[in-house]
């Protein structure tokens, strides 16, 4: 079997939502015919841009597709999906927001907050996984640290609790 067709398996493995680890994944190829090593499911998931991220209260591989949403999606809408399926801490560096997420998970938060238009919010600026959002004074960093935390609370009642650093 090819690369890209033991790919495709694994992409189709990690969209249905119930795999928590490699191993896992390695496990489900074998049981269809299929050796793969966990290096090889490593790259196949890197390749394909996956995520570990949480649903419904577990730890699994979210695929980008997962994580951003249908490309019509709001900005806000989308914001509150990504907060609801990965890990964010919240800390101020005034004027700056900063977020901390999942390896790999950064950009895409980011990319949201951007597109969400909000008010006071200047621009982004992300790494892997931290987020530096400039905020134009005091005032629109509280604001807009009430609002992720405010979108994390509500998400957080059907996920796995996440910690604020004060």
């Known amino acids: 079997m090819s690369g890209n067709a033991r790919r495709e398996v694994v992409r189709q493995l990690v969209a249905s939502g119930r795999f928590h680890s490699q191993a896992d994944i390695v496990a489900a190829l074998a049981e269809r015919g299929m050796h793969a090593t966990q290096a090889t499911v490593s790259r196949d998931l ?4 996956a995520l570990r991220g949480s649903r419904g209260g577990h730890t699994v591989y979210l695929l980008p597709d997962d994580v951003l949403g249908v490309p019509e ?22 004027p700056l927001l900063v977020l901390r997420t999942s390896p790999g998970a950064a950009h895409v938060i980011a990319s949201a907050i951007d597109l969400g ?6 621009g982004s600026v992300a790494g892997d996984d931290t987020i530096f959002v400039a905020c134009r ?9 009430t609002l992720l935390e405010s979108i994390r609370g509500s998400a957080s009642l059907s996920t796995e609790p996440m910690r604020t650093v004060p």
């Open 137 to 145: 004074d005091r005032d629109s960093l509280k604001t807009l640290r």
């Open 46 to 49: 890197a390749a394909l841009g």
């Open 73 to 94: 999606a709001a900005g806000m809408e989308r914001l509150r999906r990504l907060i609801g399926d990965l890990p964010l801490i919240i800390d101020e560096a005034p």
């Open 117 to 122: 238009f909000l008010p006071g919010v200047v």
